[in-house]
Nanobody
Framework: QVHLVESGGGLVQAGGSLRLSCAAS????????MGWFRQAPGKEREFVAT????????YYADSVKGRFTISRDNAKNTVYLQMNSLKPEDTAVYYC?????????????????WGQGAQVTVSS
């Protein structure tokens, strides 16, 4: 089992930056594929980014490519999402997710572990 807790959300102006952190407890974190998803009011949960267990493979949604960076520190049991050049359409609750088996994935149903979410609000 892996327990996930996000932090670092908040209110920022368009063009600004935020860094989300996801702290994990559990011995299997370093072997998990990790992902970030987001859900805006009235919309489906959507993929943002994913990273392999080693950190060597990263993949992004087209909407955030070039602006967001996912990374992980297995020694600290933490995964990060650096968000730059934020836009109002990035406003959502951001969720950290863990997948104990398999490859990186952009499908939320492939992930077994979920955090409680962190609100990110970007004002225009």
């Amino acid at each position: 089992q892996v327990h996930l807790v996000e932090s670092g959300g908040g209110l920022v102006q368009a063009g600004g930056s935020l860094r989300l952190s996801c702290a994990a407890s559990g011995r299997t974190f370093s072997s998990c594929v990790m992902g970030w998803f987001r859900q805006a009011p009235g919309k489906e949960r959507e993929f943002v980014a994913t990273i392999s267990w080693s950190g060597g493979g990263t993949y992004y949604a087209d909407s955030v490519k070039g602006r967001f960076t996912i990374s992980r520190d297995n020694a600290k049991n933490t995964v990060y999402l650096q968000m730059n050049s934020l836009k109002p359409e990035d406003t959502a609750v951001y969720y950290c997710a863990g997948r104990p088996y398999g490859d990186t994935s952009n499908a939320p149903e492939d992930y077994d572990y979920w955090g409680q979410g962190a609100q990110v609000t970007v004002s225009s």
